[in-house]
């Protein structure tokens, strides 16, 4: 399994917005939906709703969830290496996925070994659209791809 994820700062945009309540639970949605057509439409929606920042990207390191923000301008660069510390089940409300499997758990994710930099260490996985595995793997592919929406939210230590 692996995971990698282009992060955009949608918060900064949606600070001042007033629709923002009604925009947060439906962005991960939509960006699930529009990325099935092609990058090029979903890119197209992030620029013209002004999420276009371009912060850095989600993956793994050795299994550990990481969230490097390589494209932000301070030094040094935030980087959260992180590990969940709790779930929730998504809202049956969230977006289903784009054949319906289900909305992937919602998480608490906590750097409890100090290996995170630049003044984050927790991070939030919110607003899932879509991305359950198949309940069997049974018919298919050695490799597939479960396409999944979230938000990220990443905060720093408590002052």
Known sequence: MATVAKLYDLGTRLNNDPL??????????????????GTWQLDMYLNAEGYNQWLGNHFFTLKVPTFSLYKTKTTPHPLAMVS??????????????????GAVKWL????????????????????????????????????????YAAQYWVYGPKA
């Open 84 to 101: 969940k510390k709790a779930d929730q089940d998504a809202p049956k409300t969230a977006c289903q996925g784009t054949t319906g499997e």
């Open 20 to 37: 923002a309540q009604w925009k947060i639970p439906a962005i991960s949605g939509l960006a699930l939906s529009l990325s099935t057509f």
């Open 108 to 147: 608490y994710l906590a750097d409890d070994t100090n290996l995170s930099q630049g003044g984050v260490n927790t991070v939030y996985r919110l607003e899932t659209a879509g991305g359950n595995k198949p309940a069997t793997c049974q018919g298919m592919k050695n490799y597939f791809e479960v396409p």
